[in-house]
């Protein structure tokens, strides 16, 4: 027979088992939470501008006389476009220097030197000339288009009266004289070449 001293040692250990059993799940339970990740509020998506061009930092120069009439002939005469043209972003107001001549070229020819061009930009003009009737040649518009390097894509563009421009800019007053109908043809050119100058230094690209 198993005696009462067993007996009592067995349900000693028993008791001391459990209680210990106990113990440890009650400290597995007190047992600190590591912290739960807290939520990063979402950041304000920042709206990113559209991109501004920059400056324009260096231009070359082509150009192209249209003859409405069919009559024009001087074509060296583009060279007297092109010096008056340098000329004159040279001076006040804001003067430009990095311009240099890009030669005779139409608006598709343009386009493809835009696109090999790695800094400069492209200025092309289309001085319109038509006969007033009387065998003279006069400049009635020059349409302009400044093409971004690399790309070709348009810039700016738009067309100068001659003759009708009187733009304040800085450090001085730019006017340009009104073209007569009795300019010969070279005068009118060089004053086309003024106005352009004057138009294009009232924008905000140089």
């Keep these: 027979m198993i005696s009462c001293k067993f007996i009592f040692v067995v349900l000693v250990a028993a008791a001391f088992l459990v209680s210990n059993a106990e113990a440890q799940s009650g400290r597995q ?33 082509g150009a ?50 835009a696109k090999k061009e790695t800094v400069a930009h492209l200025l092309w003009l289309g001085i319109v000339m038509v006969d007033n009737g009387y065998g003279q040649m006069i400049v009635t518009r020059v349409d302009y288009t400044i093409l971004v390097p690399g790309t070709a894509k348009v810039l700016t563009s738009g ?35 003024m106005a352009v100058v004057s138009h294009l230094k009232s924008t905000a690209w140089f």
């Design 64 to 113: 192209q006389i249209i003859d409405k009439s069919y009559l024009y002939s001087n074509s060296n005469d583009l060279d007297i476009v092109f010096k008056e043209f340098l000329r004159w972003m040279k001076y006040d107001p804001q003067p430009f220097f990095n311009v240099t001549k890009g030669g005779k070229m139409k608006q598709a020819q343009a386009i493809e030197r």
């Design 159 to 193: 067309q100068v009266n001659p003759g009708k421009q009187q733009i304040v800019g800085q450090g001085g007053v730019m006017t340009i004289p009104t073209i007569q109908k009795q300019s010969d043809e070279l005068t009118q050119l060089k004053q086309a070449a």
């Design 29 to 61: 339970k007190q047992r600190p939470r590591d912290p739960l990740p807290t939520a990063t509020p979402p950041q304000p998506s920042v709206k990113v501008p559209d991109e501004i061009p920059p400056k324009i930092t260096s231009l070359v120069v």
